[in-house]
C-alpha cells in the first residue's frame, strides 16, 4: 500500500500563510492524492485532492511535485479556525471508482494569534 | 443538504450491553464507510459498502462487530456484547460513485463502555 510521510505538527501565526508538507514516494499512476483535515471534536473534512496538476480551491491549493513524490498543502492565510489535524492520504488502486482511505497520523497544526 | 446524520452523538453503556449506532448516508451516495477513532490506533475503517453490499470488512476487530445496510439510506453498526475496550468515536462516512472517491464524514458517536 502507497504510504505518505508527514512531519507530527507545525506552527503558524495567524493571517500568514501555512505550507504543509507530505512525501508520497511510493504512489503509483493512478493514484488519487487527497487532503481532509479534522477539527477538534468534529469529523474528519475533505479540503483538497488532485492526480497530477495543482489545484485550487476556496479553501486551499493543492501543489504536487512533478515527479508526483511529495505534495504540499497550502493554506494562503492561516486563521484560527484552520488549527486541526491535516491528513494526507493517496486512494488505493482496486477499490472501484472509490478508493479506501488509509489515515495515518497527519499534522497537528496550531495557529497563533 | 443535511450531510451524513449519525445518531446517537453520544452513548454511555455497560460492559455486556449491545450498542447499536447509526447512520444515514448523504442522499444519492452509493458508498458509506464506518470508520472508529480512538487515540492509540488513529481513524481506522471498519467495513465499507456499495450499494448496500458489504464489501470488504477486513477492518472489523472481532465477530462482537457487525454491520448492516438494510437500505440505501439507513446503516447500522452493532456492538454485541461491548467491552470497554471498544470506547472510540465512530465515524459514518458516505461516498458517491463518480469522481475521485471523496468522502463526506457525520459527526460521530462518541461511545463509552464502562
Known amino acids: 500500500d502507497a504510504k505518505t510521510t508527514q512531519p507530527n505538527s507545525m506552527e503558524s501565526n495567524e493571517e500568514e500563510p501555512v505550507h504543509l508538507p507530505c512525501n508520497h514516494s511510493t504512489i503509483s499512476g493512478t493514484d488519487y492524492i487527497h487532503w481532509y483535515r479534522q477539527l477538534p471534536s468534529q469529523g474528519p473534512e475533505y479540503v483538497i485532492h488532485?492526480?497530477?496538476s495543482n489545484v485550487n480551491n476556496r479553501m486551499a491549493s493543492l501543489a504536487i511535485a512533478e515527479d508526483r513524490k511529495s505534495s504540499t498543502l497550502i493554506l494562503h492565510r492561516a486563521t484560527l479556525r484552520d488549527a486541526a489535524v491535516y491528513y494526507c492520504i493517496l486512494t488505493l488502486p482496486g477499490s472501484g471508482n472509490t478508493g479506501k482511505l488509509i489515515f495515518g497520523q497527519g499534522t497537528t497544526l496550531q495557529v497563533k494569534p | 443538504d443535511a450531510g451524513v446524520i449519525q445518531s446517537p452523538r453520544h452513548e454511555v453503556t455497560e460492559m455486556g450491553q449491545e450498542v447499536t449506532l447509526r447512520c444515514k448516508p448523504i442522499?444519492?451516495?452509493?458508498?458509506l464507510f464506518w470508520y472508529r477513532q480512538t487515540m492509540m490506533r488513529g481513524l481506522e475503517l471498519l467495513i465499507y459498502f456499495n450499494n448496500n453490499v458489504p464489501i470488504d470488512d477486513s477492518g472489523m476487530p472481532e465477530d462482537r462487530f457487525s454491520a448492516k445496510m438494510p437500505n440505501a439510506s439507513f446503516s447500522t453498526l452493532k456492538i454485541q456484547p461491548s467491552e470497554p475496550r471498544d470506547s472510540a468515536v465512530y465515524f459514518c462516512a458516505s461516498s458517491p460513485s463518480t469522481g475521485s472517491g471523496t468522502q463526506y464524514f457525520g459527526p460521530g458517536t462518541r461511545l463509552t463502555v464502562l
Open positions: 488532485g492526480l497530477t
Open positions: 442522499s444519492g451516495h452509493d458508498y
